[in-house]
């Protein structure tokens, strides 16, 4: 654990240089002092359910849910339930697509697809 004093540096270091919110994650990554994990799943690591021992990284948008909740659901339910909604997801964005495209001008759908566009202006 860093001191308040570290703390304090560490913050002035990211306001002054914000290039190493990216750096410092892929030393420790380096260095061995974390393992990456870029998939899905159950993490497993150093500790206990509740000792917050494994540093994560995540992206905008994304999830945690405690130990606890994950033995109570089940990680199968859990994978299911992350797979169908990622396929629901994927299903509405091509609906939302198509439909985008089916109510664009021709002169844009076939833009879209690579082919002329109609000058306006002539």
Request: proline content about 5%; charged content about 25%.
């Amino acid at each position: 654990m860093l001191s308040s004093d570290e703390e304090m540096i560490l913050e002035n270091a990211m306001q002054q240089f914000p290039e190493l919110l990216n750096i410092i994650p892929k030393m420790l990554v380096a260095t061995g002092g974390t393992k990456e994990f870029t998939g899905e799943g159950e993490v497993e690591g150093p500790g206990t359910g509740t000792s917050d021992s494994v540093p994560a990284m995540l992206s905008d948008g994304e999830f945690v849910i405690t130990a606890k909740a994950v033995k109570q659901i089940g990680v199968d339910k859990l994978r299911k339930m992350m797979k169908k909604a990622e396929d629901d997801y994927d299903k509405d964005m091509n609906i939302q697509e198509e439909q985008q495209m089916e109510s664009a001008p021709s002169d844009v759908m076939s833009a879209a697809y690579g082919g002329l566009l109609n000058n306006p202006y002539k």
